[in-house]
C-alpha cells in the first residue's frame, strides 16, 4: 500500500490494525497491544538495538525481501 500524502490520526489507527490483523491474527493482535501498553516503550531505543545481532547483509536481504513481498 503506497500513500503519497499523510493520513488523519483515525485512518493511521484503522489501517495499522488492520495490518496487524492480517498478520498476526486477532489473538496476537490483543497480545501485542497489550504488551505495548503493559510496558514502557521507548520506539526510538527499541529501532537503535533492533538489528545489533544483525550485518549490513542481512539487513540489506530482509529490506530486500520485504521490497518483492510488497511488490507482488
Known amino acids: ?23 498476526l491474527g486477532e489473538v496476537e493482535t490483543e497480545r501485542f497491544i497489550y504488551l505495548i501498553k503493559r510496558e514502557h516503550f521507548d520506539y526510538t531505543e527499541w529501532q537503535r538495538t533492533l538489528w545489533d545481532d544483525l550485518t ?17
Open 56 to 72: 549490513i547483509e542481512e539487513v540489506y536481504k530482509l529490506a530486500a525481501d520485504r521490497e518483492k513481498e510488497r511488490n507482488k
Open 1 to 23: 500500500m503506497r500513500i503519497d500524502k499523510m493520513r488523519t490520526d483515525n485512518v493511521l489507527r484503522v489501517d495499522a490494525m488492520n495490518l496487524l490483523l492480517k498478520g
